[in-house]
């Protein structure tokens, strides 16, 4: 059996909000093992002097400490679980500078997280697994280009979709709602090959991912069955043809966003949000529906209005519906509507997620939700940069997917 | 013998002393040693539920952070049985259970509102302060006499 | 959500820690093994872990302070000697307690003198430490008006 993957663990509170046995639980499911960092008293004294951030709580001055000794690597890991109290102010300073500081100076892939007392493995599980895959499986996510003929398949929460890639070009898709996980993904896999004119038994290897990667995976014998932060952060340089130094991908999906800072295709600090369906890409099927125009449509009709106009807050996707049905009613457009959902939306998106990891150029935008440009255009005024929309960034996961999956292709 | 509340709580210098001076220390220990030792859900490791910090909503408010509230289960019925209380004013090298600052600040603000004996003080830095120290303690302790 | 079925109910869990000169945590544990009835004992580099019932605890413990009463100190431990949840060797590093014993061992010293000075002194002639209460920024005004008042 493989080692288990080390992940440093640097927290503040997790023991006593009745989490940190969710925490192992998550680690365990895929083969990673939490441990403490050890530093004497003395070296938390001097640690915590030199980093110069002078917080009150013992344990976040031990979280420095271990950090520092991780970082100037006194202390061996794969990998780096960094976890405060949420609506700590203290804590998710110090989660903040630490994730920055580590990801500055070493090459440890980091996640920073900050739970409640309802936080529960299932949540923390993709961000592990993420963690331990980059850890693990470096050599990889060092591939650049797609061989033979691999199939991707992207089981999302909102949508599925597949493809098929032969010699590193995408030579057929597949796409449509998730309604039922296993008759979705053969649907939409039987699209992509009949597009492709490719029958099942000449693909070469199978990746999956999204939401129902691992039940579709068993179900079509999948050879590498992954989460989607490493699988779309790899298809998103890919398409962008971004693969060396540094890139940011944002991907606002269905149920939750990822915000994904890259290094040479390989993931470095990642946030993956989800407390509500206000800032995702479900607000804005809402927001089409009620303004009577298909998600498509949307867009365009955004890009018309302006967002200014519309006072609108979709923290909550309750109360983001009733902005957007008070200002019709009060006589905004549909053009100004629609822009300021796009807007709101990537407000949040910013200001929940972006601050969680380092923005660099050029930032890629991809998943569904990237072909509609009024959001596009509201993220790029957000963040003052020209923001890339790779082509077929709707089918990233799935591209990611056939791309890694092509490395499970044996010579035989 | 009264029960005197230590702060730090996980201090062995203050639990000694209460100890040696013939009353009961109530110290972070007991309050785990409670929960470890209670059937229950699995929660590693301080066999600390996620229920705790929903107990903990007696002392402080839900948006206060989980981690605040979960110890606050740990300290707010020994703030409630305590009769007496010493406070050692620079502990902030006191980590674990004694790890968070917010925590900390509520824990000696409610036990400052409580009409009890209490000795503030700080760690000695010398022998001589040191002397005080103890004589400080000893006083202290002999003057809650037997407690209730 | 797995049932947690606990060990060792009843029981307490007591470290004794010794700083001393003459005394070490050896010497303790071989006094401790000779009185103890049934007692689980554990040496450690600081001292000893000492689990069993609350009375037998607790006359090892007094027959051990006897050793040398100014360098021995006691406090309660919420688990039992070894438990794999608070091991070093599980964690990969020390529990956070641990630090914060090892801040006061640094001090320790100075109260062991306290107590070789308070042992044969009831303590009530000594003057009081400074109290933190009390301690209050001097006023810039008041400041001016004592450097006023102060005779060329």
Not at chain 1, 187 to 198: G, K, N, P, Q, R
Not at chain 1, 264 to 271: A, V, Y
Not at chain 1, 380 to 391: C, R, W, Y
Not at chain 3, 31 to 54: D, P, Q, W
Request: negative net charge; proline residues 5%.
């Amino acid at each position: 059996m493989t080692p288990p993957v080390r992940i440093a663990q640097l927290s503040c509170g997790p023991e006593y909000s009745g989490v940190q046995q969710e925490i192992y639980i998550a680690a365990k499911e895929v083969n990673g093992e939490i441990f403490y960092p050890d530093v004497a008293l003395k070296d938390v004294l001097r640690d915590f002097d030199i980093f110069g951030l002078d917080v009150r709580s013992p344990d976040l001055k031990l979280a420095i400490a271990r950090a520092k000794a991780l970082v100037e690597g006194r202390v061996d890991a794969d990998a780096v679980f960094i976890a405060t109290c949420f609506r700590c102010a203290e804590g998710a300073i110090v989660r903040n500078e630490l994730r920055h500081y580590i990801h500055e100076n070493s090459k440890l892939p980091v996640v920073s997280y900050s739970f409640t007392e309802r936080t529960t493995s299932g949540t923390l599980l993709t961000r592990m697994e993420a963690l331990t895959t980059i850890a693990r499986r470096r050599a990889l996510l060092a591939r650049e280009a797609q061989q033979g003929i691999t199939l991707g398949l992207d089981s999302g929460s909102a949508t599925t979709k597949a493809v098929v890639m032969k010699d590193n070009k995408i030579i057929g898709t597949g796409w449509q709602p998730t309604i039922e996980v296993l008759k979705s993904a053969q649907d939409v896999i039987s699209h992509a090959l009949e597009e492709a004119d490719i029958k099942r038994n000449e693909v070469q290897a199978v990746g999956t991912t999204g939401y129902g990667r691992f039940l579709v995976g068993k179900e079509i014998n999948a050879d590498l069955i992954q989460e989607e932060l490493t699988v779309n952060s790899k298809g998103a340089v890919f398409l962008a043809d971004r693969q060396h130094g540094p890139a940011t991908v944002i991907d606002i999906g269905g149920m939750d966003n990822k915000a994904i800072s890259v290094m040479d295709g390989i993931p470095g600090t990642f946030t993956m949000g989800g407390i509500c369906a206000g800032a995702s890409g479900r607000f804005l099927e809402m927001t089409s529906k009620r303004l009577g125009v298909e998600i498509t449509e949307l867009g365009p009709l955004a890009m018309k209005g302006f967002a200014g106009r519309v006072p609108m807050n979709s923290y909550c996707i309750v109360f983001g519906t009733q902005s957007l049905v008070n200002a019709l009613a009060t006589g905004s457009t549909r053009e100004d509507v629609a822009a300021a959902a796009c807007h709101s939306v990537a407000e949040q998106v910013f200001e929940q997620q972006l601050q969680e990891v380092d923005i660099k150029e050029p930032v890629l935008m991809v998943g569904g939700t990237s072909l509609i440009e009024g959001l596009v255009f509201a993220m790029g005024e957000l963040l003052q940069t020209k923001i890339v929309v790779p082509p077929y960034s709707q089918y990233i996961g799935a591209v990611g997917s056939a791309l890694l999956a092509s490395g499970f292709i044996r010579d035989d | 013998m009264a029960k005197v509340f230590i702060y730090p709580s996980t201090s062995l210098i203050l639990s000694d002393l209460v100890a040696r001076y013939g009353h009961t220390p109530l110290s972070s220990a007991v309050a785990i040693r409670e929960r470890i030792q209670t059937a229950g859900f699995e929660s590693p490791p301080l066999q600390i539920t996620p229920e705790e910090p929903k107990k903990g909503l007696k002392w402080a408010a839900v948006e206060v952070p989980s981690g605040v509230r979960g110890r606050m289960a740990l300290y707010g019925p020994m703030i409630g049985e305590c009769e007496a209380a010493i406070i050692i004013n620079d502990a902030d090298l006191a980590f674990g259970c004694m790890g968070c600052a917010r925590t900390n600040e509520l824990i000696t603000f409610l036990v400052r509102q409580k009409d009890i004996p209490k000795l503030d003080l700080y760690y000695p830095k010398n022998e001589e302060e040191g002397v005080k120290f103890v004589a400080a303690i000893k006083r202290f302790l002999t003057g809650l006499g037997e407690g209730k | 959500m797995t049932d947690y079925k606990p060990a060792l109910v009843g029981s307490v869990t007591k470290y004794v820690v010794v700083e001393s000169f003459d005394v070490t945590p050896a010497d303790l544990a071989a006094r401790a093994y000779e009185i103890s009835k049934g007692a689980m004992i554990k040496e450690t580099c600081f001292g000893l872990v000492i689990n069993g019932k609350e009375d037998e605890v607790d006359r090892i413990i007094a027959e051990l302070r006897k050793i040398d009463p100014d360098h021995i100190f006691i406090k309660d431990r919420g688990f039992p000697p070894g438990d794999s949840r608070r091991c070093r060797a599980n964690l990969g590093g020390a529990r956070p307690g641990y630090h914060g014993m090892e801040y006061e061992m640094t001090v320790i010293p100075y109260v062991s003198h306290g107590l070789e000075v308070l042992k044969n002194n009831d303590g009530t002639r000594i003057a009081a430490p400074e109290n933190p209460l009390m301690r209050r920024i001097l006023d810039i005004s008041r400041l001016k008006k004592i450097i006023d008042t102060e005779e060329p």
